[in-house]
């Protein structure tokens, strides 16, 4: 059984390195206030959830979430999910990102976005993604998007192995 899929203090133990991961080693993930909230190993998952903070407000007069913010999201969860199906410490960089705005974020509301790995070559990795509200779920999606990631050769992301 392979940790993390289905042992639940496993997985917790997991959740944890791979949250310290994406929130201390990317600068940005932190001072936006990202935070990894789940993820598959088998199925190549991740979701990350942004709080809703005044400072990521794009239009003050409607208080919702700026579209940037809301970029980094897809982005970071869709990179989030290459790193959980590849499960190495291998770097990867995003190679291309589209992403299609659907609605305005509701004001007030955290923005979760699910990534899915669903193909991995030798050099690349295929994702799509969708950011929506847990009220709403994924059935009425603020944004999606479709990414590849190049799968790096040299240097790692983070040391995930037990401290």
């Given at each position: 059984m392979?940790?993390?899929?289905?042992?639940?203090?496993?997985?917790a133990e997991l959740l944890e390195r791979?949250?310290?991961?994406?929130?201390?080693?990317?600068p940005h993930n932190r001072a936006i206030g990202m935070e990894l909230v789940d993820f598959d190993r088998?199925?190549?998952i991740a979701i990350m959830s942004l709080p809703y903070r005044p400072?990521?407000?794009?239009?003050p007069d409607t208080g919702v979430i700026h579209g940037g913010a809301i970029t980094t999201l897809l982005d970071a969860t869709a990179g989030?999910?290459?790193?959980?199906?590849?499960?190495?410490t291998a770097a990867v960089a995003t190679l291309d990102l589209r992403i299609d705005y659907l609605?305005?974020?509701?004001?007030g509301q955290a923005v979760l976005a699910k990534g899915v790995c669903y193909k991995l070559t030798r050099n690349v990795a295929f994702v799509r993604a969708l950011a929506y509200h847990e009220a709403t779920?994924?059935?009425?999606?603020?944004?999606s998007a479709t990414a590849t990631f190049i799968l790096g050769s040299?240097?790692?992301f983070a040391n995930m192995e037990k401290k």
């Open positions: 392979s940790p993390g899929v289905s042992d639940p203090e496993s997985k791979l949250r310290a991961a994406f929130t201390d080693l990317v088998a199925e190549g400072e990521l407000i794009g239009n989030a999910s290459v790193f959980t199906k590849m499960w190495s609605k305005p974020a509701t004001p779920g994924e059935a009425d999606p603020v944004a040299r240097g790692s």
